[in-house]
T-cell receptor
Framework: GAVVSQHPSRVICKSGTSVKIECRSL??????MFWYRQFPKKSLMLMAT?????????EQGVEKDKFLINHASLTLSTLTVTSAHPEDSSFYIC??????????????FGPGTRLTVL | KNQVEQSPQSLIILEGKNCTLQ??????????LRWYKQDTGRGPVSLTI?????NTKSNGRYTATLDADTKQSSLHITASQLSDSASYIC??????????FGAGTILRVKS
């Protein structure tokens, strides 16, 4: 149980275009989903937290108009990178949590999406 | 400041050997500590989770220890295998559910 999927696993796009990444919890209802980005040989950095049906909470320094997050259902959250630039190239990882599932409030991570902006 | 520091940054060992990875933290208030394994190009996978009252927890060849007094944790890998080559990340959870990530230790197991 507790499987989280991401799609696509890898995407290459041209500068100025928008890219949508999907995150799905396959066998549980994700009350909260998180979006992280990770640069090579660096640790995960939290970008935003989203709760189903409400606006996402962005971390300091993360542009909410550039990284649009939608958590429309308990099993799906999307991250849209708008007007992508080469500096947005990174590994994007989502995680999902079912708040009543575990006393540890454990987050289950997706496999990640490698974004390359040319 | 809430921080998690891991050592060493990277490690190379021979297949079959044991190794120990270290994690020191200054996160407060402490809720639990987790070790994750992250293969290259993949998301992190949980190995162990320990709360304040737990000193040790095992998951197969992985054994994690926690000393809440000194705020130190270790991850011991026994009889390493080539598939153990990965980044191992120590993550401390604060009450309020914020996770604080260490930078990870990159382990390479050679044959």
């Amino acid at each position: 149980g507790a499987v989280v999927s991401q799609h696509p696993s890898r995407v290459i796009c041209k500068s100025g275009t928008s890219v949508k990444i999907e995150c799905r919890s396959l066998d549980f209802q994700a009350t909260t989903m998180f979006w992280y980005r990770q640069f090579p040989k660096k640790s995960l950095m939290l970008m935003a937290t989203s709760n189903e049906g409400s606006k996402a909470t962005y971390e300091q320094g993360v542009e909410k108009d550039k990284f649009l997050i939608n958590h429309a259902s308990l099993t799906l959250s999307t991250l849209t990178v708008t007007s992508a630039h080469p500096e947005d190239s990174s590994f994007y990882i989502c995680s999902a949590r079912e708040d009543s599932r575990s006393s540890y409030n454990e987050q289950f991570f997706g496999p990640g999406t490698r974004l390359t902006v040319l | 400041k809430n921080q998690v520091e891991q050592s060493p940054q990277s490690l190379i060992i021979l297949e079959g050997k044991n190794c120990t990875l270290q994690c020191n933290y200054t996160v407060s208030p402490f809720s639990n500590l987790r070790w994750y394994k992250q293969d290259t190009g993949r998301g992190p996978v949980s190995l162990t989770i320990m709360t304040f009252s737990e000193n040790t927890k095992s998951n197969g060849r992985y054994t994690a220890t926690l000393d809440a007094d000194t705020k130190q944790s270790s991850l011991h890998i026994t009889a390493s295998q080539l598939s153990d080559s990965a980044s191992y990340i120590c993550v401390v959870s604060r009450y309020g559910n914020k996770l604080v990530f260490g930078a990870g230790t990159i382990l390479r197991v050679k044959s």
